[in-house]
């Protein structure tokens, strides 16, 4: 997921995405370091509070 990468471009925490999105502080980390598996609802909660659609959110980065 993009979710650090767009959360980062706000200048967000994840405290600030938690609380403009309605997602547990929790679940933003343990998605971030790919600890859990993002449910459908999580995901569009997550896009809107970023701006983005959810597909974008759940685009891979390539890293290489």
Same mark, same amino acid.
């Not at 959360?7 to 600890?35: C, F, M, N, P, Y």
């Not at 569009?44 to 290489?64: H, Q, T, W, Y």
């Given at each position: 997921?993009?979710?650090?990468?767009? &959360?980062?471009?706000?200048?967000?925490?994840? #405290?600030? *995405? /938690?609380?403009?999105? =309605? $997602?547990?502080?929790?679940?933003?980390?343990?998605?971030?370091?790919?600890? &859990?598996?993002?449910?459908?609802?999580?995901? #569009?909660? *997550? /896009?809107?509070?970023? =701006? $983005?659609?959810?597909?974008?959110?759940?685009?891979?980065?390539?890293?290489?």
């Amino acid at each position: 997921m993009r979710l650090r990468k767009l &959360r980062k471009e706000h200048a967000w925490s994840q #405290r600030d *995405l /938690a609380r403009e999105s =309605g $997602v547990a502080q929790d679940t933003i980390t343990r998605l971030e370091t790919r600890q &859990r598996e993002a449910q459908p609802r999580t995901v #569009r909660r *997550l /896009a809107e509070a970023l =701006g $983005v659609e959810p597909r974008d959110l759940m685009k891979v980065e390539n890293n290489g």
